[in-house]
């Protein structure tokens, strides 16, 4: 069954580095969307991405944050002068409809910790 | 406004049914979907309700009911590998709102 990856896993970096995280969505689906994950709390909506552009944002998802699809087949999620309340885990999924009807594939996220 | 609510915590045992209930505020309402997360896993899709009424898949049924702006999952027959959380979530056009999650513990 297809499904989505994302690396790497496990980043580590220092506060105030870019980050990027990489992912690479089901290859027929065609809407894209990245979550955050902190510790023990509830899955948070970061950003949906359609026709090669962004299709809506959350509040969390300021200029911090950008998002691109470089060729065919990535996804990226660019995370800029990092601070600490960052470390979270990263979710990308993918859908092949807009509709709620049409599931989301999660990846199995990047931990990202931020020292 | 935007807020879901669920149970922080449901304990069962084996073989018993137990009932997740999820509460949403919302406008622009498109369906209530619902997603399990196993420890350190990621999110998967369990099934979706965008119409009054109960769907079943396997083990599994949701249920919706816009008037009340109240959904469930129900659980039966459970299994210890049902133990995980559980993510009740709404969508308004492309911004997805997940509820804060249903820690559900299975007991031998």
């Known amino acids: 069954e297809p499904e989505v990856t994302q690396t790497p896993s496990h980043q580590v970096t220092q506060m105030g580095q870019e980050v990027i995280l990489r992912c690479v969505p089901i290859?027929?689906?065609?809407?894209f969307y990245w979550y955050r994950q902190i510790l023990g709390q509830k899955v948070e909506f970061l950003v949906s991405f359609y026709n090669n552009e962004i299709s809506e944002k959350s509040e969390i998802f300021d200029d911090q944050f950008s998002v691109e699809r470089p060729d065919g087949s990535n996804f990226t999620l660019k995370i800029r002068s990092t601070k600490l309340e960052d470390s979270a885990m990263y979710f990308c999924a993918s859908s092949s409809g807009q509709g709620a009807l049409q599931p989301q594939h999660f990846g199995d996220g990047t931990r990202l910790s931020i020292l | 406004g935007q807020s879901l609510e669920q149970p922080s915590e449901v304990t069962a045992v084996e073989g018993a049914i137990v009932q997740i209930n999820c509460t949403y505020q919302t406008s622009g309402f498109y369906g209530l979907s619902w997603y399990q997360q196993h420890d350190g896993g990621a999110p998967t899709f369990l099934s979706y309700n965008g119409l009054d009424g109960l769907e079943e898949t396997g083990r599994f049924s949701s249920f919706l009911s816009r008037s009340d702006s109240y959904g469930y999952l129900l659980l039966q027959e459970l299994q210890m590998k049902d133990s995980a959380s559980y993510f009740c979530?709404?969508?308004?056009?492309?911004?997805?709102?997940f509820g804060p999650g249903t820690r559900l513990s299975v007991l031998p």
């Open positions: 979530a709404v969508r308004y056009g492309q911004n997805f709102v």
């Open positions: 290859s027929n689906h065609l809407y």
